[in-house]
């Protein structure tokens, strides 16, 4: 039996994003007898999907970021790796703009196949220490386009904004998944709000995202604290970790809101938690097409979210509110009369072309096809 095409994914970590989300969903329903996953991340400590990667047959390189290196260095230590590595012919590059200098360094060492993958709408903070990030970016943006054999993108906005013209001819990977785990069960439901001690009646604010600026969990305290007005019996779940989790803490206690509010941390049981939840909000900043608002959407769940977020992101499967950032108590309204659960949400979520398996198989046959006209 031939050899499994190896596909090395380059991100900065495997902890639980949005995008490392998406490609385990993806590993996880991939023929790893036709293809399989390593990954080359900047992080050195243990990760969450590390153990999983490992059993699964894959491989974990790393090499330190940007904010560690001078990006000289960092261009060379790339190009180095690509050279030891000559076994990897197909590099598939998840991080922004950064990808320009991936895919260069790549081309250079002779890997064949080059794939940039736009998960954003706008720059996240990456801090920089050696150039003026705009300018930086600017040139490693450049570079995407001329190194890259193929591009791909969640969504339209997404595909246009970090590959400019040529969006419109990048390839759109459907953030799927496993849509049967989502589809709501009172019994979960019921056990779920028991372990995290919430009664019948109390309604339950959902969010499941990095506690970072993209996602504005500083705005998500506004809001909620004017939904607490409103409804007196609520509580807000905030599931996931993050650089600004403090913060959001010391502002929820500030507000008198810290025995209301449940810091749930990384959980790897999202389908689960939806089922507890009553309305999911997402206030990002920017985003592409949010894995989460799929998993949302597929347990029914009644959204209400930034109009900063692309229009792709309703799929026509449950109730779906747009709104501008910045007036609380409008959001506040919006979730108070956001309606209840949508029936066959996941079922219709996978009729939408959102079932991580369809995903899969998409880019199973990509990565042999490429290797086979490398």
Known sequence: MAEPVRVLHVLHSMNCGGAE????????????????????????????????????????????????????????????????????????????????????????????????????SRYTRTGLRYAPENIYKSYCRQKIVPNATELFGCSELANCWLFGNEGKNAKIIRNGIETEKYAFSEAVRKEVRGDLGIKDGTKAVGHVGRFNDQKNHLFLIDIFQKFSELNDDSLLLLAGEGVLMEQVREKAKRLG?????????????????????????????????????????????????????????????????????????AWADAISNAGGRSPCAASAVAEAGYDIRATAKMLEDLYIKGENNA
């Open 257 to 329: 809101l810290l025995d209301r509010i449940r810091f749930l941390g990384l959980r790897c049981d999202v389908n689960r938690l939806m089922q507890a939840f009553d309305v999911f909000v997402l206030p990002s900043k920017f985003e592409g097409l949010p894995l989460v608002i799929v998993e949302a959407q597929a347990a029914g769940l009644p959204c209400v979210v930034s109009d900063a977020i692309s229009r792709m992101s309703y799929l026509g499967c449950s109730r779906f509110t747009f709104l501008p950032l910045g007036d609380a108590q």
């Open 21 to 120: 989300t998406l490609i385990m969903n993806i590993y996880r329903n991939i023929d790893r007898e036709r293809v399989q996953f390593d990954f080359l991340v900047n992080v050195f400590d243990k990760m969450f999907f590390e153990d999983e990667i490992l059993k699964s047959g894959g491989r974990i390189f790393r090499i330190p970021f940007l904010t560690k290196l001078t990006p000289p260095v960092y261009e060379r230590r790339l190009y180095e790796f690509f050279r030891e590595h000559g076994e990897i012919k197909t590099v598939h590059s998840h991080l922004e703009t950064t990808t320009g200098i991936i895919l260069k360094q790549a081309r250079r060492a002779g890997v064949t196949v080059r794939i940039a993958h736009s998960h954003n």
